[in-house]
């Protein structure tokens, strides 16, 4: 990680720090990105058909039908939080003057990270929206692993996220705190990990690294802010709606076609508790402003550190959002993520049962 600078008023644009192979793929066709998501959603899709097929329960075409419903429902619920987010990220690359934001920033890259995964209270919209708004910090020149640890606390530490926790749980069982801290802590965990690799840009896809070149071509000639920000706007649901919509789906058809009942059975389980509820996290595909409850509904069956565990790992890696950063960055990164997220609840869980 190179060490960090005083701010000052110039954003040093993600352009200037990719390598010059990595442009020249630029000129790649952008939808084939797309039609590959698509056709490993229709794969997904196809398999848990198959697999509903051979399991008994409700028949196929009721479980279609609420599997749509399911998919529309979390498509309507995170609509309204992907375009808040967008207008946020415009704010943030076009109206908001060079070296403003960077102005209040720390010097040293472990202070920066903090005051980022803090900055998710003043951002109130949930997970879906902050993937757009993490783009636009990007794209004025913030860091990879500056902007992994804002995306990864916000959801969690945003202000609509914590009261409608303290008013699902209160302070029963320490469930507030430990999300809290836990959402901080594996935020800046993340952070410091991918601030270790060696070429952290390496990271976001060839597509979204496009975009911010385009960006900054744009700030050379000088362009209108009113027309760059349609602009950009356009730009920006266009990339994410494609995988709203995908990662909606997916969501819907997980839940219809995988059976709770096998994890409902082991709610009691200290250990198999949290695993269940980690799987079930990723299956629901809530939002994060009412996630908690959703989790109140399992509070008589499950143990306080699933509870804990459900309530770190539904806002930063289920298949809605997963869908949505991938948009921004590499399965690899996807793949890291996922990995010490649910072992990072795993260890908060185990740790909460054992105080509770």
């Known amino acids: 990680m190179p060490i960090a600078r005083r701010p000052t008023s110039r954003r040093i644009p993600v352009s200037e720090r990719l390598t010059a192979p990595r442009t020249q793929r630029l000129d790649r066709d952008p939808r084939g990105r797309t039609a590959v998501l698509v056709a490993a959603g229709i794969v997904v899709v196809a398999a848990l058909v198959a697999l509903a097929l051979l399991s008994p329960g409700p028949s196929l075409p009721t479980r279609a039908q609420d599997g749509l419903t399911l998919a529309i429902s979390v498509l309507i619920e995170s609509m309204p939080f992907v375009v808040l987010g967008v207008l946020l990220s415009i704010v943030v690359q076009v109206w908001v003057p060079p070296g403003v934001i960077e102005h209040w920033m720390p010097r040293r890259a472990w202070a920066r990270r903090m005051v980022l995964s803090l900055l998710g209270m003043l951002v109130p919209v949930c997970e879906c929206g902050n993937v757009p708004f993490a783009r636009g910090l990007m794209m004025r020149g913030f860091t990879v692993p ?5 995306l990864i606390a916000a959801p969690i530490v945003n202000p609509i996220v914590i009261i409608t926790t303290h008013q699902a749980f209160g302070f029963d069982d320490g469930i507030l705190i430990a999300r809290l801290l836990g959402g901080f802590a594996v935020a800046n965990l993340i952070g410091w990990l991918y601030s270790r690799h060696p070429d952290p840009d390496a990271l976001l896809t060839e597509r979204f690294a496009g975009s911010c070149a385009a960006v900054y071509d744009e700030d050379a000639v000088g362009s209108r802010r009113g027309a760059r920000s349609l602009a950009q706007f356009v730009v920006e649901l266009r990339t994410v709606m494609p995988a709203l919509i995908i990662g909606s789906a997916l969501a819907g058809a997980v839940q219809v076609l995988v059976p709770r009942d096998a994890l409902l059975a082991i709610g009691s389980n ?33 143990t306080p550190g699933s509870i804990v565990a459900f309530l770190l790992v539904g806002p930063l890696v289920d298949v809605k959002m997963l869908a949505l950063l991938r948009t921004t960055f590499r399965t690899r990164v996807l793949v890291g993520l996922v990995i010490v997220v649910v072992l990072f609840a795993i260890a908060a869980g185990s740790v909460v049962n054992l105080i509770a």
Request: charged residues 5%.
């Open 270 to 302: 200290p250990a198999l508790s949290i695993i269940a509820m980690i799987a079930l996290a990723m299956i629901v595909s809530i939002c994060s402003n009412v996630d908690s409850f959703f989790a109140l509904s399992f509070a008589s069956t499950f």
């Open 146 to 150: 500056e902007t992994l640890t804002f």
